[in-house]
């Protein structure tokens, strides 16, 4: 069984930064796509960065580019969000999920392991 466990959320003033974790375990990751995801109150989940296990470049939605990085630890089974910049609109649940398929997708519906999500607040 996969399981997915976020850290590292929590509240930042903004133009702050904070470093998302999800640790990865249960499976061989390597041909599977992780992705993060956000979801603020009232709102849909929305995707914010996926990078494949086995490498390649990362995809990011156009409010995560040249803010956010997403990465992954092969060796510790560990996907980060490096997220710097923040604005109060980046706050949310984030959510990492694991899709067991080589493409790159930008749909949560297309994930299919999530993490219990973990809570960013960023105050203005």
């Known amino acids: 069984q996969v399981q997915l466990v976020e850290s590292g959320g929590g509240l930042v003033q903004a133009g702050g930064s904070l470093r998302l974790s999800c640790a990865a375990s249960?499976?061989?990751?390597?041909?599977?796509?992780m992705g993060w995801f956000r979801q603020a109150p009232g709102k849909e989940r929305e995707f914010v960065a996926a990078?494949?296990?086995?490498?390649?470049?990362?995809y990011y939605a156009d409010s995560a580019k040249g803010r956010f990085t997403i990465s992954r630890d092969n060796v510790k089974n560990t996907v980060y969000l490096q997220m710097n910049s923040l604005k109060p609109e980046d706050t949310a649940v984030y959510y990492c999920a694991a899709r067991t398929n080589t493409y790159v997708s930008a749909s949560s519906y297309d994930y299919n392991y999530w993490g219990q999500g973990t809570q960013v607040t960023v105050s203005s």
């Open positions: 249960g499976r061989t990751f390597s041909r599977y796509v």
């Open positions: 990078i494949r296990w086995s490498g390649g470049i990362p």
